[in-house]
């Protein structure tokens, strides 16, 4: 059984219904029905130098040919919201898709959070083949559809993320005393950085380089590509890898026009999607080194940290965030894939 809360609708409605007639001409609408099909609109928050960009522009260009009339177009940096509005704009059907963190499903439907919870995933490939699971998150991923979003199987790794900030290296959680993070806008992302001792900032992703330039926070937690791409490393230098949680991206799409695909279109786009989420797990350990490399050269200083310390700190979130038998079966379930 799902316990679900309820979701607020943004106060920014209004700009972004106008954002969005801007963005309008050219094309068909979505949900053209079986007889063809016509571009759907993509809300992401990252730069088009992120690999959700460039895979998803490739899927986008794999659709068109493989299917009667559908494609995507991408719409980067937030420019159709930040991923709660996404949320939202995806359910009510004025955006089709989606790209959003695991986070904000666990806002949705309480037992997404098992998948937001630290040392879930051992690493990227254990969490791509727990995602890929149908009998793992068959059930899941489609509990939303009462609110008419569809999650589809696997998603784009997040990889593991740590702390960065403007002030000091961090060692231990002592050294995190004092110091404010942003995170993600969700309860266990504000608990988590509790407990590894630092003081929680929730805020959109969008909003954390002028936080961090402005002092406003002292840091963030994320992976050295969102690091790189966000430009956080101009105004926060010290990167510790307390890789205190392996995160994940789900593509969500809205319910009704995935199911006016034709059978054949849909396989399609299902086979599409599979080879997206391949193609950009390939592209993340990539990338991830290749950033690595630029932000050393570019000034940013890494450590590594006490990691049984901060495993230690956070140990007991797993335990007190399974309220039910089917977050612990999923848990479960999940860890077992590893094996
Ligand atoms: C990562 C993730 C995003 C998320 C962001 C954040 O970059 O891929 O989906 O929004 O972290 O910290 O908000």
């Given at each position: 059984m799902s316990r679900k809360k309820t979701y607020s609708i943004m106060a920014a409605a209004g700009a972004v219904a106008l954002t969005l007639s801007a963005c309008g001409g050219g094309g068909s609408e979505a949900g053209g029905g079986a007889e063809g099909g016509s571009t759907m609109r993509l809300a992401l928050n990252q730069t088009e130098q992120h690999p959700s960009y460039i895979t998803l522009t490739d899927f986008s260009e794999r659709l068109s040919e493989a299917t009667n009339g559908w494609d995507i177009k991408v719409y980067p940096n937030e420019t159709l919201g930040a991923q709660q509005e996404a949320l939202q704009l995806v359910s009510d059907g004025s955006v089709e898709m989606a790209i959003v963190s695991g986070t904000q499903l666990e806002n949705l439907n309480e037992d997404f959070k098992?998948?937001?919870?630290?040392?879930v995933f051992e690493s990227i490939d254990h969490q791509m083949k727990a995602l890929n699971d149908e009998e793992i998150v068959g059930e899941l991923f489609t509990s939303l559809e009462d609110e008419n979003i569809t999650v589809l199987s696997g998603g784009f790794t997040q990889g593991a993320r740590s702390v960065y900030n403007s002030k000091h290296p961090i060692n231990t959680p002592e050294d995190m005393n004092g110091l404010k993070f942003r995170v993600q806008?969700?309860?266990i992302a504000q608990e988590m950085i509790r407990r590894m001792g630092g003081s929680p900032a929730p805020m959109a992703y969008g909003e954390v380089y002028t936080a961090l330039q402005s002092g406003v926070i002292d840091g963030a937690e994320n992976n050295e590509i969102s690091y790189l791409t966000q430009k956080h490393n101009?105004?926060?230098?010290?990167?510790?890898?307390t890789e205190h949680l392996v995160g994940i991206d789900y593509m969500i799409i809205n319910t009704d026009v995935l199911e006016s695909m034709s059978d054949k279109d849909r396989k399609a786009f299902q086979q599409e999607w599979e080879r997206t989420v391949e193609d950009f797990t390939a592209l993340w350990k990539k990338q991830t080194k290749e950033a690595h490399a630029t932000l050393e050269e570019e000034g940013a200083q890494f450590n590594e940290v006490d990691k049984e310390a901060f495993e230690e700190a956070l140990a007991p979130i797993v335990e007190e965030n399974l309220d039910n038998k089917a977050q612990r079966e999923l848990y479960e379930a999940t860890k077992a894939a590893a094996e």
């Open positions: 098992v998948f937001n919870l630290p040392g806008e969700s309860d101009e105004v926060a230098k010290y990167f510790s890898y």
